[in-house]
Nanobody, 126 residues
Framework: QVQLVESGGGLVQPGGSLRLSCAASGFWDYYAIGWFRHAPGEEREGVSCILSSYDNTAYADAVKGRFTVSRDNAKNAVYLQMNSLKPEDTAVYYC????????????????????WGQGTQVTVSS
């Protein structure tokens, strides 16, 4: 059974940093992990994604150059390093997964993802 558990959220001042973790279990040989966020009054949006077996990552324009996604396959974990945080980054952040097969590109389309974590709150405020 696939399970995803996020951690690492919290309150941070503008310009600060946080690192989110996504612990994964029960996975397939080839999969993709995506990070999404959902702010109050907004639709959930894709932030970043990474493949389990190929060095491909993708980022939303709003976070390019500030966020970095990485993985540690030995630990079955994916991380989202968030730097230069802004108040508009405030949201509940979710990691999600789908079985990708052998591919060279991950997707940030929400409907592609079959499994979701419970979310972790990130608040950027002074």
């Amino acid at each position: 059974q696939v399970q995803l558990v996020e951690s690492g959220g919290g309150l941070v001042q503008p310009g600060g940093s946080l690192r989110l973790s996504c612990a994964a279990s029960g996975f397939w040989d080839y999969y993709a992990i995506g990070w999404f966020r959902h702010a109050p009054g907004e639709e959930r949006e894709g932030v970043s994604c990474i493949l389990s077996s190929y060095d491909n990552t993708a980022y939303a324009d709003a976070v390019k150059g500030r966020f970095t996604v990485s993985r540690d396959n030995a630990k079955n974990a994916v991380y989202l390093q968030m730097n230069s945080l802004k108040p508009e980054d405030t949201a509940v952040y979710y990691c999600a997964a789908y079985s990708s097969g052998i591919t060279t590109m991950c997707r940030m389309t929400e409907r592609t993802y079959d499994y979701w974590g419970q979310g972790t709150q990130v608040t950027v405020s002074s």
